[in-house]
């Protein structure tokens, strides 16, 4: 089996994402592989008939970035403790063409995130990021579905 010398975690602070880290910690552990976690902001929609002055839409974004710096510090410092080999990385844009580009640009050997279970009509109209990672993807990509409890 191939090695994984660089292991991306796209992480979105839900339980979710917090639950499929874990495997990528475990795995880039086990492999002893950097580890480069990430986070995308979504872009913000223009949603025509709907008018936000200039300077809060400037100051939206800018509160969104400082507000996921803010989690990324705090999500590194209670999940990382005692593993060095890591770095973070912030993007904006659309998540799962952020994953890829982010993936290529570090030459990830494996991409770990979670599944958010959007079915039906959500699915559809939305489509899923998971699912458009895997098929884009520069490299093999693991997906952890949420386990509930019974």
């Known amino acids: ?6 292991i991306l975690s796209a ?5 979710n994402s917090d639950y499929a880290f874990e495997y ?5 552990s086990a492999f002893n592989s950097s580890l480069v976690v990430m986070h995308v902001i979504d872009n913000l929609v223009y ?3 709907f008018d936000m002055p200039y300077p809060f839409i400037e100051d939206l974004e ?3 970035s400082e507000s996921a710096k803010t989690k990324m510090a705090i999500f590194c410092e209670s999940k990382l ?11 904006t844009g659309t998540p799962y063409r952020e994953i890829i580009r982010t993936a290529e640009n570090t030459a990830a050997s494996l991409i770990v ?4 279970g959007r079915s039906g009509l959500d699915r559809v109209v939305f ?8 098929r884009r993807a520069p490299c093999p990509v693991l997906t952890v579905p949420l386990l509930k409890k019974v």
């Not at 992480?11 to 339980?15: L, R």
């Not at 990528?24 to 880039?28: M, P």
């Open 113 to 116: 995130l979670g599944t958010h």
């Open 62 to 64: 800018k509160d969104l």
């Open 1 to 6: 089996m191939k090695s994984f010398t660089t």
């Open 127 to 134: 489509g899923s990021t998971a699912e458009r990672v895997v």
């Open 47 to 49: 949603t025509p008939g």
């Open 81 to 91: 403790a005692g593993f060095p080999n890591y770095t973070t990385s912030i993007e």
């Open 24 to 28: 990528a910690l475990t795995i880039a």
């Open 11 to 15: 992480i979105d602070f839900s339980e």
